[in-house]
Nanobody
Framework: QVQLVESGGGLVQVGGSLRVSCVYS??????MGWFRQAPGKAREFVAA????????YYAPSVRGRFTISRDNAKNTIFLEMRSLQPDDTAIYYC???????????????????WGQGTQVTVSS
């Protein structure tokens, strides 16, 4: 089993920046993804990264503003968020994909393990 724990969420002003982290328990590297869910809305894909960290993939709504990265030695992935807007307010979840794919997946169905989430609130 793989456990994942997110941290770093909080309250930030519009236009501000924030970095959230996810520590995972694993003996090997897995492709990882960030998803988010706002109240009353469906879960949506944010960003994903392959096992080595060399390949990333972003949702159009965050491309150019968010950066996903990882430190395999520390079993940690990060999501650096800048130019934050109220629409970015959501619970942010990290997830692990156990399969090797040609491109990091943007589908929640491809991820086996999920963290509890960390709240990000963007206030004007």
């Amino acid at each position: 089993q793989v456990q994942l724990v997110e941290s770093g969420g909080g309250l930030v002003q519009v236009g501000g920046s924030l970095r959230v982290s996810c520590v995972y328990s694993a003996r090997t590297s897995y492709a990882m993804g960030w998803f988010r869910q706002a109240p009353g809305k469906a879960r949506e894909f944010v960003a994903a990264i392959n096992r080595s960290g060399l390949t990333t993939y972003y949702a159009p709504s965050v491309r150019g503003r968010f950066t996903i990265s990882r430190d395999n030695a520390k079993n940690t992935i990060f999501l650096e968020m800048r130019s934050l807007q109220p629409d970015d307010t959501a619970i942010y979840y990290c997830a692990a994909d156990l399969l090797v794919r040609g491109r990091p997946s943007d589908s929640g169905a491809d991820y086996t393990y999920w963290g509890q989430g960390t709240q990000v609130t963007v206030s004007s």
